[in-house]
Each structure stands twice: as structure tokens, then as C-alpha cells.
């Protein structure tokens, strides 16, 4: 027997403008678009779409990697809460968790890590791209360049849908992507190329290439070496953000993973995405000093959303960033490393006032991840343009899961939106002597 209505995982839809009624099926709360194009006015009738500029509210995949809950500040990576991976595992660890969709064993871990280290090295010929910049070049550039160059290297990568070519670009980009972020600040300073030492860690190895100097051999500082690998970590996945989106849209083209990775990069490379924790240091060296927050804030408020609160606000989080909790408590340890960062104290009083004013409680604004990893950076003595390219390196790990994920999706194809289309149709040629 037929459930009521009432009981139907289904919606009723009535086009008020003929009266015809429609039963759409619901499933995972969401209804699929193309069901909505029997509802029509007539056989010409396009019938109905869906407009959602910036997909406020469209899922794009169905997916097994991250979960948020934006209202009670939650993030899990295939179910692991962010806490306990960033207490207690290693940013490889978490990599193999978000690509493979477990916590690896003992020995698949070993593997991995070797693998990993090993793949480190770039082909010298992509040093020549990096060189042929200006040493004032911004490294999100480089890296998005040098990424892309990659991919002449490895033709075999366009195979995408053979499992042990994606497998080995992933292991390449994961490897790679640290070096060619060194590299391109080694170039940015007029320092020699140092290169990777398998000796060390993920994270100690990138310390290594970034400020080994005449020392035969680079021994990072274990407290900063821990810090920034829970920063990868913590910047490894989150869902469908806007350069995730990125690489998915690239890769359902069928390129290779590294043109669809560069894509990628270039995404996050916006202020308003990965290129946050930046604009977050430059408004607080702008800010100047703790007594010059509440005119800024009062400047933000007038703005009318043109000045924005860098490192506040979040199209998902609702309430704190669960990650901005973290780096907040790690802050103190990087500090009593390298001293106190003085424009924490800056940050500090601008998240007080902050949270405790209608205008950003009102639209449930609060810190962001790139709140305080920005401070965290530049502490550990990165440069301020370096900061995204270090959410890269990180990020890296996700837009490859997701990339994964997606090809092996039946329900994926080439993504091509619809339009709406509201332009002149069908008009005839006005010659030269007729215009104006
Ligand atoms: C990341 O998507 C992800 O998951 C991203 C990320 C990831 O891990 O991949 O989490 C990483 O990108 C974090 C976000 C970093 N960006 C910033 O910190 C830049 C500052 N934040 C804003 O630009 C903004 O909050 C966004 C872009 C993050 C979110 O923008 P939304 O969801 O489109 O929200 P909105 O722009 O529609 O804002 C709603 C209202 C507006 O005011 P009204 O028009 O209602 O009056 O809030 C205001 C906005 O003007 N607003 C802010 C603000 N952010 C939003 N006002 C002041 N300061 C801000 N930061």
C-alpha cells in the first residue's frame, strides 16, 4: 500500500502556474535538479532549473572524506575528529587517512613515508622554470606554475582512470609540492636550491630546504618541526571549499591531476580563500597597535562590507572554526620557542571585541583558521607571501583525495553549469557608419 504523503521521502511541488502538481524524490535531504525539469509550462518549455550563485546551497558530489558541521564548529576527516588527529597523528598519517579512507597499519605507514620521501626530488629542469621569475615573483605563482610544469614530465598521468598512475601522481604531488614551495622561496631571496634530506620528516625536511644555509646538515627545532606539521594537518581537507571545487571542476575534464592541482593552487591563492592568513598579518601590522582596534573595528562596521575582518567569518562555520581553536592553544608553544609574537596581542583584542559586538555576532563571524596561523608563521620566520603556499602544501593532500574521489564517481561527468540568460537575442549587424 502506497504511505500517505506525509510519510513519502518525496516533495510535493505545485506550479501555481497551471496548477499541475509533481512528485520529487528526496534523498540524503537533498533533490536532484534534473527532476525538476518535468515541471513545464509546454512542450517549448526548458523547464525548470535551480540558480545558485557561488552554490550557497548546492551539493556538487556526494562524499566520504570530511564532515563539518558548521553550527557546532565540528570537522572529522573520514570520522576522526581534527583534535585527536592533530594530537596524535603525523600530517603522512593523516594524508594516507584522507586518501585511503583508514588510518594506516603499522607497515602500510613505513611504506608510505618511505615512498613519500623518496618521490621528493623534482627534475632539475624545473628549477629553470623557477629561475626564470623575478625575485620579487609571489610564490603562490611559482607554486601554481611549477606544479603545472610537472605535468610534462609524467605524460603517463593523463591515464587517469588506471589506479597505480593516479596513485603514483598522488604520491609525486604529495612528495614534490613541498620542494617546489622551498624552492621557490630559496629563489625569492637569491639562495641556492637546497635540496631534500631524506633523513628527515615531512615537515623537518621542508624546514630543511627552506633555511639550511653552509651547514653540512640541517637539524630543525623538534617543537617547530611538530608545530608545522599539525599546521598540514589541520589545512590537509575541508570539504568542497572554493580551490577543491577548483581541482574537482578542472579534473572532471579527464587532465592530468597536476593541471588540475595548479588550478587548484590558483584558487586558494585568493584572499578571500587560502590567501587569508596574508591579509590577516597586513591588517594587523596596519592596525598597528591594540589601542587602534576599535577604530578599525568601527571602520569595518561602516564599510559596508568593503573592509573586511581578514581571518573572520566562514561560509560553513557558524560558530568558532574548530581549527582556529587549535592554533590558538599551539600558538603559546611556538612562542616559547621564538618569542611572543607582538601582534597576537593585536589579534587578541580584535577577537574580543569582536565577539562581544552585535554587528559580527549578528552575521556569526568568528576566527577562521587563517586567524591565527598566519601569527604562527611568522613566528617560525616565513614570510608573509609564504603563508598561503604553506595552506598548499598541507591542502595538497585533500584536492588529491577529492580528485580521486571524483573520478571514480558514477555520478560525476564534465562539470558545465546552465545559465540564465538574460542578454539581447537575435539582433541584426550594425555596420560602422550606424554606430554610436
Ligand atoms: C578559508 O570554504 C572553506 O572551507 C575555506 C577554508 C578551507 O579550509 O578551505 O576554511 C579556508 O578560506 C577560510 C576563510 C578565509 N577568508 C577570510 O578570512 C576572508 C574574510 N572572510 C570573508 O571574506 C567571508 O567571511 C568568507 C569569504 C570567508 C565567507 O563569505 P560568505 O559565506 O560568502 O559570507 P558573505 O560574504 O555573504 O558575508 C555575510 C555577511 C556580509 O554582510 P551583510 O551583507 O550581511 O551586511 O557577513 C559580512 C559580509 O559583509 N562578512 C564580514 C566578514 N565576512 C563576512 N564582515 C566583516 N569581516 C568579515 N570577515
Known amino acids: 500500500m502506497t504511505p500517505e504523503p506525509e510519510n513519502r521521502e518525496t516533495l510535493t511541488i505545485t506550479d501555481n502556474r497551471n496548477g499541475k502538481s509533481y512528485e520529487v524524490p528526496i534523498e540524503n535531504g537533498t533533490i536532484k535538479a534534473p527532476d525538476l525539469r518535468k515541471i513545464k509550462t509546454g512542450p517549448e518549455d526548458f523547464g525548470i532549473m535551480t540558480y545558485d550563485p557561488a552554490y550557497m546551497n548546492t551539493a556538487s558530489c556526494k562524499s566520504t572524506i570530511t564532515f563539518i558541521d558548521g553550527d557546532k564548529g565540528i570537522l572529522e576527516y573520514r570520522g576522526y575528529p581534527i583534535a585527536e588527529l592533530a594530537e596524535k597523528t603525523s600530517f603522512l598519517e593523516t594524508a594516507w587517512l584522507i586518501l585511503n579512507g583508514e588510518l594506516p597499519t603499522k607497515e602500510q605507514y613505513k611504506a608510505w613515508v618511505d615512498e613519500i620521501t623518496v618521490h621528493t626530488m623534482v627534475h632539475e629542469n624545473i628549477t629553470s622554470v623557477l629561475q626564470s621569475f623575478r625575485y620579487d615573483a609571489h610564490p603562490m605563482a611559482m607554486l601554481a606554475s611549477s606544479v603545472a610544469a610537472l605535468s610534462t614530465f609524467y605524460p603517463e598521468a593523463k591515464q587517469v582512470h588506471d589506479p597505480e598512475v593516479r596513485r603514483m601522481q598522488i604520491v609525486r604531488l604529495i612528495a614534490k609540492t613541498p620542494t617546489l ?61 572554493c580551490s577543491t571545487s577548483a581541482m574537482r571542476a578542472v579534473g572532471s ?37 591594540k589601542d587602534h582596534v576599535p577604530a578599525f573595528v568601527k571602520d569595518v562596521k561602516e564599510s559596508g562590507g568593503d573592509v573586511k575582518l581578514m581571518g573572520f567569518g566562514h561560509r560553513v562555520y557558524k560558530n568558532y572554526d574548530p581549527r582556529a581553536k587549535i592554533l590558538k592553544q599551539m600558538a603559546d608553544q611556538v612562542f616559547g620557542v621564538t618569542g611572543r609574537n607582538p601582534l597576537l596581542d593585536i589579534a587578541l583584542e580584535l577577537e574580543r571585541i ?16 587563517d586567524f591565527y596561523s ?63
Open 354 to 369: 569582536a565577539l562581544e559586538d552585535d554587528y559580527f555576532i549578528k552575521r556569526k563571524l568568528y576566527p577562521n583558521v
Open 374 to 436: 598566519g601569527l604562527i608563521y611568522q613566528a617560525m620566520k616565513f614570510p608573509v607571501d609564504m603563508f598561503p603556499v604553506l595552506f598548499a602544501i598541507g591542502r595538497m593532500a585533500g584536492w588529491l583525495a577529492q580528485w580521486n574521489e571524483m573520478i571514480q564517481d558514477k555520478d560525476q561527468k564534465i562539470a558545465r553549469p546552465r545559465q540564465v540568460y538574460l542578454g539581447y537575442r537575435d539582433r541584426s549587424f550594425v555596420p560602422f557608419d550606424r554606430r554610436g
Open 253 to 289: 575534464s579527464e587532465v592530468d591531476p597536476y593541471c588540475a592541482a595548479s588550478a587548484a593552487v590558483s584558487a586558494l591563492y585568493g584572499p578571500l580563500h587560502g590567501g587569508a592568513n596574508e591579509a590577516v598579518l597586513r591588517m594587523l601590522k596596519g592596525i598597528g597597535s
Open 181 to 241: 614551495a622551498a624552492f621557490a622561496y630559496r629563489h625569492s631571496i637569491g639562495f641556492p636550491f637546497a635540496y631534500p634530506d631524506n633523513d628527515l620528516s615531512f615537515a623537518g625536511n621542508f624546514l630543511q630546504m627552506m633555511y639550511r644555509t653552509a651547514e653540512p646538515k640541517y637539524t630543525p627545532n623538534p617543537i617547530l618541526e611538530k608545530a608545522l606539521d599539525v599546521l598540514f594537518i589541520l589545512h590537509a581537507d575541508h570539504e568542497q571549499n
